[in-house]
């Protein structure tokens, strides 16, 4: 058994797929194909937003975010506790200070009260000048932006939300990716919609910021090409990617995101009351990027792990440190005392396998296990 089973979804595409890629290779427009541009249109219209730009991977989307909000030295970037690597990476290396907040126990994300005390205490600290906040959609499920976007906007502060694995997801019907004043998704092969290799993409309504990423991400453009009128990246999505997402984004739409839905639903019924299963909060869609549950300890968790590989059920821990313990930040300075939430799930959170493609008797096979261990 797989933990993502990207073969099984490649060989129920096949056909579809191949034919999407032979037809850019007979073209030869490798670079800038009408594949990319079909493509971001169908992502703005899928969620929501006036622009998308598509890129070369999801930590680059968040660079490009970052850099129409000018962050950099001297700023305060507020960013979950509990994430991938890249939420945090990507204000840092523009020059900012993370400021990591913790996140709610139940939906893994940020937690707004905590971030309202969090930019509180920057501001009478006095060092450092709020300028953003990054909220992560971790797992595939919406940050609370809700209560996010009014702590932004009592602080002025612009969102960025970190849609890399929240693509599909929904607040109230309203599709994730269209949160932030950027939004920013990944197409690496284990997300929610994947390519076969590395991708992204930005989503915004302001003409301004999506005009400034589309410089930015060929090399600061100007009027033509050879025009350059900043310091930007080579940051394109290339078009054999676009031509498998095409194909891939109607799947999704058509009945991927509805079977993970199902799946998430039905390890839901099964291991419900017997384990701290995810919290979907009510009018909240998930995308299910990871279906991952809470256990009791560290010891828990190793001997779960080890019992079901033997059963030949492979499972993953996402994320074993939370960002203020990583060894990139350890010069920031310690506010581990208000991150306590985000510790504990580091030792406890154990993901189970994920996918469209698994089948019912798969994920009885699962639930089972887990209930006999
Ligand atoms: C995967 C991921 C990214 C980075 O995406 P890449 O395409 O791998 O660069 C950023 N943020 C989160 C939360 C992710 O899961």
Not at 133 to 159: E, M, Q, S, T, W
Request: charged content about 25%.
């Amino acid at each position: 058994m797989q933990f993502i089973d990207l073969q099984k979804q490649y060989l129920a595409l096949k056909d579809k797929i191949d034919s999407r890629i032979e037809k850019v290779l007979s073209k030869a427009n490798f670079i800038g194909g009408e594949e990319v541009g079909e493509l971001s249109a169908k992502l703005a219209k899928y969620c929501g937003t006036e622009y998308c730009l598509t890129c070369a991977n999801g930590t680059d989307a968040l660079t490009l975010a970052l850099r129409c909000f000018n962050v950099g030295r001297g700023d305060a970037v507020f960013v979950p506790d509990f994430t991938f690597f890249a939420s945090a990476e990507t204000p840092a290396l523009e020059g900012a200070t993370c400021v990591f907040v913790d996140v709610e126990e139940r939906t893994f994300n940020l937690d707004a009260d905590k971030l309202e005390e969090a930019v509180k205490e920057t501001i009478s600290d006095g060092k450092l000048t709020p300028k953003a906040i990054i909220a992560v959609d971790l797992f595939g499920l919406p940050a609370n932006y809700i209560k996010i976007r009014k702590v932004a906007d009592k602080y002025g502060l612009p969102i960025i939300e970190d849609g890399a694995q929240g693509f599909g997801g929904s607040i109230g019907g309203k599709k994730a990716c269209s949160f932030g004043d950027i939004s920013t998704t990944s197409f690496f092969p284990a997300k929610p919609l994947g390519c076969y290799g590395d991708g992204g993409a930005v989503f915004t309504d302001n003409k301004d910021y999506y005009d400034l990423m589309c410089s930015l991400a060929v090399h600061g453009k100007g009027t033509f090409k050879y025009d350059n009128v900043r310091i930007g990246y080579n940051s394109r999505l290339d078009t054999v990617q676009a031509a498998v997402l095409l194909e891939k984004l109607d799947a999704f739409e058509k009945y991927e995101y509805a079977a993970r839905n199902d799946i998430a639903k039905r390890y839901t019924q099964l291991l419900g009351g017997k384990f701290v299963t995810p919290l979907i909060p009510e009018n909240f869609g998930s995308s299910w990027a990871q279906y991952t549950l809470i256990l009791n300890s560290g010891e828990e968790r190793t001997h779960i792990q080890e019992s079901l590989k033997k059963k030949n059920i492979p499972t993953m821990v996402y994320y074993p440190k939370p960002m203020h313990k990583q060894t990139a930040f350890s010069d920031l300075p310690d506010r581990s005392g208000k991150l306590q939430v985000s510790s504990k799930l580091s030792d406890t959170v154990l993901s189970i396998p994920m996918h469209p493609y698994l089948t019912a008797e798969e994920v009885e096979y699962i639930a089972k296990s887990l209930l006999e261990i």
